[in-house]
């Protein structure tokens, strides 16, 4: 610790020689002042005891050094030692009360005195004195701890608001995901609502459109009956594209995907494009051959971008330019969020009205249409989002109001070796008569496909069950083939097949199915016949798996 320093001013004689010697017995560090402005100018080094002799301030101009005593910090009190005279009367009296409103931490002592009295006088201000410095250290490290402190507050506020930026992101991001999952699952179930309306519906058209073909076939020369059954059966094949589009939306239809050259595809199907936009639009395909086969279901890739090229039509009422794109991408980019592998993009692109961002946003969603009441589904895009996804691929719309949209179908490429191949079904076949057991749990649609069997020279054994159908096998019946329903209760086409196959592996069977309800790998493998078909469909289907009776 440092040596407490006393200032001196005795200017007069030999009395600062007196104070000294006295204070520096103490151990205290005496330093001598030669007037008040001396005195002043040695306050400001540390100064902790002044020793000051009354003659010395009597008469001075003491205001500068009230001022100093004023300015003082508030931890210090610097104390002030007056040796004063026997001097008495008023002024004495007058100018000792003033120097105390001046000092203030005052006192007087009266000479002559003692060596004992003076040097108690010295230490026992120089104490309070270092108490005042003790005070001054308190204060610091309360002062640097309240910084401290503000600083760490600062530190952790920020942190905290870090924090609680990041929580409202990932509270918001929880929220988009919530409300994507919800959205997803209304889809969800909206689909299977769909697809087991589009089971029934297949049903009535199988009857509508069996019925109507066997009437087109009794007409004969009736020209206004012909038209009118014609139109009937325009309309029932209508509601089964419908239909296949309700299938699709809910990816429930039942693929038959192959290896397809895609750009082949879009080649043959220029001339209908062009005629379903009409003349004022001009149709464009662009393309970078070579161009890998793609894994799709033809028939229904050709109904996505015909779906694709009439909303096009639709956004550019004043005539604009189609544009068709093929482009072959053998790494596919990350944001799509397709498994790895190479695929192809297929995209097409108008030059129409475009849609706004909320418009784009509910774009895919079924049943959403901005066209005029009775002018859309708004299954279309459904239809192509759901085939996309069913394949393995995805859809993507970009859109920009007054500067057209563009859809991105992207579809994974086939295995190599694979051959591609749009395979052109034979228009005409017929079979010799063959013994045929039809099972169906509907009667309305067995009773549809009997006559259409029986009208095909075919001899039909109606069954309403599964059992009922190995009950009348057990009774002794030896079919040539066996057309069944898929969906059916107590027992499935699927398992009929299984236990027909385990009395004769040979026997031919067709699976005819309005729905895709068959997921996964089957324990056999069967044909299938999709819902609502026609008897010419029927009697290839015949004809392809009794080659042997062909007539």
């Known amino acids: 610790m440092p040596i407490a320093n006393v200032l001196i001013l ?15 017995q103490t151990g205290l560090a005496p330093r001598v002042c030669t007037d008040v402005v001396d005195l002043i100018a040695q306050l400001d080094r540390e100064a902790d005891v002044v020793l000051v002799t009354e003659e010395a301030l009597y008469g ?20 002030f030692i007056v040796l004063t ?20 931490n005052i006192a007087f002592l009266e000479r002559p005195m003692q060596t004992i009295s003076l040097q108690a006088a010295v230490l026992t201000a120089e104490r309070g004195r270092s108490r005042q410095y003790e005070a001054r250290a308190y204060l610091e490290a309360q002062q640097h701890a309240a910084t401290e402190l503000e600083r760490l507050v600062v530190q952790r506020t920020a942190a905290l608001a870090d924090i609680n930026a990041r929580l409202r992101a990932e509270s918001e991001q929880r929220e988009r995901a919530q409300a994507a999952l919800l959205q997803a699952q209304k889809i969800e179930t909206m689909g299977q609502l769909v697809g087991g309306v589009a089971h029934d519906f297949n049903n009535l058209l199988m009857a509508v459109i069996g019925n109507l073909d066997l009437l087109a076939k009794r007409i004969g020369d009736d020209t206004w009956k012909a038209r009118l059954v014609e139109g009937a059966l325009e309309g029932a094949r209508r509601g ?26 879009v080649g043959d199907m220029r001339g209908l494009i062009s005629r379903s936009v009409g003349p004022m ?31 096009a039509r639709d956004a550019m009422p004043r005539g604009g330019v189609l544009t068709i794109a093929l482009r072959h991408h053998p790494n596919v980019p990350g944001e799509l969020s397709l498994a790895p592998g190479a695929y192809v993009q297929l995209s097409v692109q108008d030059t129409g009205e475009g849609m706004d961002a909320a418009t784009l946003a509910r774009a895919v969603e079924p049943f959403f249409s901005t066209k005029g009441i009775g002018k859309g589904t708004g299954l279309g895009l459904s239809m192509v989002h759901g085939l996309a996804n069913q394949s393995g691929g995805a ?9 057209g949209t563009k859809a991105d179908v992207w579809l994974p490429v086939a295995d190599r070796g694979a051959e591609p191949g749009l395979q052109s079904p034979v228009r005409h076949a017929t079979t010799a008569p ?26 039909v054994v109606e069954a309403h069950s599964g059992k009922e159908a190995l009950a009348i096998l057990t009774d002794g019946l030896h079919p040539d083939l066996v057309i069944t329903d898929h969906a059916m209760a107590g027992m499935t086409g699927v398992d009929l097949a299984v236990a027909l196959r385990i ?35 029927l009697s290839l289907e015949i004809a392809r798996l009794l080659p042997g009776r062909a007539a």
């Open 434 to 459: 063959a013994t045929i057991l039809l099972v169906d749990d509907d009667t309305l649609i067995a009773a549809s496909t009997v006559a259409l069997l029986e009208d095909l020279g075919h001899q």
């Open 503 to 537: 009395r004769d592996p040979k026997l031919p069977i067709l699976l005819a199915t309005g729905y895709a309800e068959l997921q996964g790998e089957l324990p056999i493998e069967l044909p299938r016949l999709a819902k609502p078909y026609t008897q010419e469909q």
């Open 281 to 311: 639009i001009e149709v464009e395909i662009v393309d970078s051959a070579p161009m890998p086969p793609v894994n799709i279901d033809p028939n229904q890739l050709e109904m996505a971008i015909l779906n694709l090229a009439v909303n």
């Open 85 to 104: 005279n026997h001097n008495e009367g008023p002024r004495f009296t007058q100018f000792r009360r003033d120097l105390v409103p001046k000092l203030r």
């Open 60 to 79: 001075k101009a003491l205001d500068p050094l009230a001022a100093w005593v004023a300015a003082q910090p508030p931890w210090s009190d610097l104390p």
């Open 240 to 265: 089964a594209t419908l239909t296949q589009r309700l299938l699709a939306f809910a990816r429930r239809q039942d693929l038959q995907s192959r290896p397809t050259d895609v750009l082949a595809l």
């Open 10 to 24: 005795a200017p007069v004689g030999r009395d600062a020689v007196a104070c000294a010697t006295p204070v520096g």
């Open 395 to 403: 859809f993507r719309l970009e859109s920009t109001q007054g500067m």
